[in-house]
């Protein structure tokens, strides 16, 4: 199969197109035929040497997938091959907020991104007994907060990495995502916002694309039609 590869950590110009074999199964894995993978931070860092894959994982680069299930392991349900899914997954393969009119209370989770001075803005959105989340650090690691407001307004910071995380938490978390976002967006009543769409040849473009920073939106690999799947 075709696949994006580098030979050394470095800047998005070491990515290239390379043929890899096809990931091998495990009873409960599924082989999924992409469509489209998005593009991420933990990617580009992957790329440069400084996030690795976690033990077990693919070396490949890519942490989200879409397209079709195409074969399944020994204990995966045969009725799911011909299902176009969407998975995470720890190798091999951003919205910051989700905004709906509360009445004037503000939101009750905000899903930060951006770290860094923005902390102190999201939790001025924040209703009372809100939750913080942050799962990445594009503004820098290190926020100012005046813990008063945490305090009287009874706020819950927390945070998480989602790689490392085990299989059954990525399938639970994979089961609220369909159960509660999906519906929204078949109804209508979200849509994604989409920055830019590249060939699976132009992952460095992707790449310098993510690192530059003035994205508004998902940066997603068209690899159905960027590379042979087979």
Known sequence: MAAIGFDA??????LRIETAPLPRLRPDDVLIRVAYAGVNRPDCLQRAGAYPPPPGASPLVGLEVAGEVVAV????????IGQYVAAL????????YCAAHTGGKGVNIVLDMVSGDYVARNLKCLAEDGRHVTIALL????ADLNMATVMMRR???TGSTLRPRSDAFKAALADEIADNAWPLFASGELSPVMDMTFPLTEAAAAHARMEAGAHIGKIVL???KGADNG
């Open 89 to 96: 997954t720890p190798g091999g393969g951003y919205a910051e």
């Open 73 to 80: 392991g020994s204990e995966a349900p045969r009725e799911m």
């Open 139 to 142: 503004g820098g690691a290190k």
């Open 155 to 157: 706020l819950t910071l």
């Open 222 to 224: 068209e690899v159905a």
């Open 9 to 14: 950590p470095g800047g998005p110009d070491v």
